[in-house]
């Protein structure tokens, strides 16, 4: 019976419950009427705050205020005085932004103020990502965890207790950062143009919401990644952008105006927040029984779990946009209309073209009110422009197209490794052929297109945008992954004999251990002696004496693809086992059944394998985009050298099969090519589209990695799959390359049609008139030839050799032989030089020689002699 497929299903069915214990959470929540209720109340009377405040009424104390000044809070969560937020540096906060908007745009009148006029050079749509690195400076005040009481902060609130520190704290001095600006042009926008007629010249008159998802990489504490959402407002005209995180701690999106650069900041932001969030608020309430999480949550996931909080340090950001390069234009009025122009080509494509599309590049100043520290982005004027440029990155529409021009040819080449493996599955058809083949090889590159198709299909399924490539590229995979799994499938079932021999010889090896175990305790009993035929003119044998032997059958000659065993195996387990044979009781015929090794196991089995581990490497990636950048860096370079040394398998079974070549030069480097070409678009290029650093050295390692898996398989083809390998390390093999000598007999002596005749002629006629020929050449004086040949011919009796030659069953043309006298040494027999010149000819066990050329193209077909049809080893 087959095996068990128990322990599979339990393994997956873990697999599956692991997945859906991690699986983010982006349904509707279940809870209580009650605790959503209670949420929704806040919100609300949280807007109540910010539709009825007005500037200046969120002024805290600050270190240089004389004493007696008087101070205002808000009734907002986290805005109070109680609540022990450092909002004593929100001045320095504000400072600091000041000082990065001038960095960006110089203010018109060289007064220090925020209105530097409108803002045309730069892009009034935000939508995009940049990356950059960031440097922490601590506040004036310290903060932990311990030092607030989140029962007073927000009493309406179960908290979770035990925190020693909260999440999104960074504590190492820089690091890495990814933020994706979304902006919807459709959405909302405010424009303030009723006070005065100047009014709507001012930068801070526009305004309209705006979202990012932030990435915070720490690389100097190694403490990992965070990832946060953040909700805030966009002054186009200005080309700043304040955003802040919400959560039941901090009322951040609801206190935003207060935080605004100045009073005309403050109203525009607050009548276009009055608007957007009344409105969320009404859909919230007529929806609370089914979705009561936080519209504007921190959580990149979009839910949280309101039965159990999760505590993190909240923020504040300011990113301020900088200019296009003036030098696109002759003025000012001219480079806002390209700048008009780009970005409605860009939105609205109409064909126009477009020389080059400037870079999105902004600063940022973060602040954590209640951690107390700043995060700064990297850059002019505090740092030089080698070591930074701020954020830099591109527009939303120039990264879908990169992308999907990478999924294109990614395609592409995924396409190119499926005709590279059509073509060598019609040269790899014969059993011959398919048995050279690494199973393991094989399975590296179907498991690699396994992962690519799971990816891009769950990718396809929630695409908008990228539908069309993204399909192409699931289209691709599935069928290189359909070819790939057809041509494993052979090869694993060609090569089930071979498998099932190995495995009756770990049997009997174990059998052989208990036996010698058994014997070492036990007395050995006497043994029996052998029955002894009679005379043939003896009397007739009595009924009682046991039966005469039977005489020796011929020897029967088993194909190598043919596991006799395991056919004699299955008439057992059919029923043929309870019959009775010579010698053979039902009890031992039972026995025998029922101790004979299991069946092999199913390549759907191995099907199985490979989902498991494919499910493995997609969650322990996804796991790894947490880790410090050194363990993250490492897992992914070692990742992508275990899937590089493809070649590693084939190398191998080449050495134990002594076959110099499985697969077609053609497909080998191919295959190499466009295996690396993916992974070298993310190594070398600075504008990927994962904004991943360039890394040439780890990528000249894998290409190095791969080009010495090449060499070495045409190391092997040239010289054989043995070269420079002491014989005591490999199993033994037929050797079709022998070194020819006269003297030897252990070898059986010199092949069939060599063997010198009696009177010193070999047996082939060819022989005759090939020497005739070489005699009549060597008369001829003026031949160039003649001389040639009279040079090799001393060289060769100067190293003790001589040429034979022979008629290829074949192909039926002349074979020259080269032979070592006996009694003589070649010392090039083991060089380079000697084993080039034996691949000239190949020998058979049953001693019959043929070209090379010949005789491979023969077993390609069939792995039996020409000449007598003796089965023979596969190459």
């Known amino acids: 019976m087959p095996q068990s497929q128990d322990s599979f299903r339990v393994i997956l069915i873990v697999l599956l419950l692991f997945w859906v214990l991690i699986s983010p959470d982006n349904g509707p929540a279940i809870t209580a009427p009650s605790i959503a209720a209670a949420r929704l109340a806040r919100q609300r009377h949280a807007h109540s705050v910010l539709n009825t405040t007005r500037w200046g009424d969120f002024a805290p104390l600050l270190p240089a205020d004389p004493a007696g000044t008087p101070a205002h809070y808000l009734n907002l969560t986290g805005f109070k005085e109680n609540d022990g937020y450092a909002w004593a540096d929100l001045q320095h906060f ?23 006029g409108l803002a045309d050079l730069t892009w009034q749509n935000a939508t995009g990502t940049v990356h950059g690195e960031w440097v922490r400076r601590q506040g004036t005040l310290t903060r932990h965890a311990t030092d607030y009481n989140l029962t007073d902060i927000a009493p309406d609130t179960s ?71 953040l909700y805030g407002v966009h002054w186009p005209r200005q080309g700043a952008i304040l955003l802040s995180t919400t959560s039941e701690k901090f009322a951040g999106i609801f206190g935003l105006p207060h935080l605004a650069p100045g009073p005309d900041f403050f109203h525009s932001s607050q009548m276009l927040l009055n608007e957007t969030v009344g409105e969320v608020l009404r859909k919230r309430a007529r929806s609370r029984f089914t979705d009561p999480s936080n519209p504007w949550s921190s959580t990149v996931e ?29 003025s000012r009025e001219g480079l806002s209309k390209l700048v008009d122009d780009m970005e409605r080509e ?106 690519v198709f799971a990816g891009s299909l769950a990718w396809s399924l929630s695409a908008t945008t990228m539908f069309l490539p993204c399909l192409m590229v699931t289209f ?31 049997e009997r090896e174990r059998e052989r251990d208990r036996s010698n175990a058994n014997s070492s305790s036990t007395r050995a ?40 065993d395991a056919e004699i195996a299955e008439n057992l387990a059919a029923g043929a086992g309870t019959v009775p044979t010579a010698g053979t009781t039902p009890s031992a015929a039972t026995a025998t059944t029922a101790n004979r090794p299991p069946r092999a196991t199913t390549f759907a089995s191995i099907t199985g394998r490979f989902v498991i581990l494919g499910t493995f490497l997609i969650f322990l990636s996804a796991a790894a985009s947490s880790w410090p950048t050194e363990i993250r860096s490492l897992y992914i370079n070692s990742l992508a050298f275990l899937y590089l040394a493809l070649w590693v398998p084939q190398i191998w079974r080449n ?14 480097i191919g295959q190499s090519a466009l295996r690396l070409l993916p992974l070298a678009y993310f190594y070398l290029p600075e504008e990927n589209i994962v904004f991943g650093e360039p890394d040439w050295r780890a990528f000249a390692v894998l290409a190095g990695w791969v080009w010495l898996q090449l060499w070495v398989l045409a190391f092997q083809d040239v010289l054989g799959p043995r070269f420079g390998i002491p014989p005591s390390w490999t199993p033994d093999a037929w050797d079709y390359h022998p070194v020819l000598r006269e003297d030897n007999l252990e070898a059986g002596g010199l092949p069939i049609g060599l063997v ?82 034996r691949r000239a000819y190949m020998v058979t066990p049953c001693r019959h020689i043929f070209h090379t050329k010949c005789l491979e193209g023969w077993l390609r077909f069939r792995l039996q002699c020409p000449i007598c049809r003796e089965e023979l080893p596969p190459l």
């Open 476 to 506: 691709a995979a599935f069928m290189s992954m359909v070819l790939g799994g057809a041509f494993l499938n052979d090869v694993y079932r060609i090569q089930e004999p071979e498998r099932r021999i190995r495995e009756r010889e770990r």
């Open 525 to 564: 009993s006497p043994p029996a002696a052998a029955p002894v035929a009679p005379p043939a003119n003896s009397l007739p044998r009595p009924v009682t004496a046991p039966p005469p032997p039977r005489p020796s059958s011929p020897p029967i000659i088993i194909p190598s693809d043919q596991d006799i």
């Open 159 to 229: 908290w979770p207790t035990g925190y020693a520190e909260w999440g999104r704290n960074m504590t190492g001095d820089y690091g890495k950062i990814m933020l994706r600006l979304e902006e919807d042009s459709s959405g909302v926008v405010f424009e303030d143009a009723k006070d005065d007629k100047d009014r709507a010249s001012r930068s801070a008159s526009l305004v309209r919401e705006t979202s990012a998802i932030v990435t915070f990489q720490d690389e100097a504490s190694g403490a990992g990644s965070w990832n946060m959402r």
């Open 756 to 837: 010198t005749s009696p009177g010193g002629l070999g047996g082939s006629p060819v022989l005759d008139r090939v020497r005739s020929w070489s005699l009549g050449a060597a008369d001829d004086g003026g031949s160039g030839g003649g001389a040639h040949a009279r040079e090799r011919d001393k060289d060769r009796e100067r190293r003790g050799m001589h040429v034979r030659c022979i008629d290829c069953a074949i192909c039926r043309e002349t074979l020259e032989v080269p032979v070592v006298r006996a009694g003589a040494d070649d010392p090039s027999a083991g060089g380079v030089a000697g084993v080039l010149a």
């Open 94 to 116: 504000k400072d600091r932004c000041r000082e990065s908007s001038h960095n960006a745009y110089p203010p018109n009148t060289g007064k220090d103020d925020w209105d530097h």
């Open 302 to 330: 979009g839910s949280e779990d309101p039965w159990g909080l999760s505590l993190n340090c909240e923020y504040v950001m300011y990113l301020q946009l900088h200019p296009i390069d003036s030098t696109r234009a002759a």
């Open 346 to 451: 860009l939105r609205y494509p109409t064909g126009a073209p477009i020389k080059s599309i400037p870079d999105l590049r902004m600063s940022l100043v973060a602040w954590s009110p209640d951690c107390s520290y700043y995060l700064e982005s990297k850059g002019p004027p505090r740092y030089s422009s080698a070591d930074g440029q701020h954020l830099v990155g591109m527009k939303e529409e120039v990264f879908i197209y990169r992308v999907k021009t990478w999924l294109l040819a990614f395609a592409a080449i995924l396409m190119g490794q499926t005709w590279l493996l059509k073509a060598q599955m019609k040269e790899s058809s014969t059993p011959s052929t398919i048995g050279r083949v690494s199973f393991y090889t094989g399975s590296s590159m179907l498991l690699a297109d396994g992962l």
């Open 655 to 668: 050495l134990q099969r002594n076959s110099r070549r499985a697969f077609a030069w053609r497909f080998m």
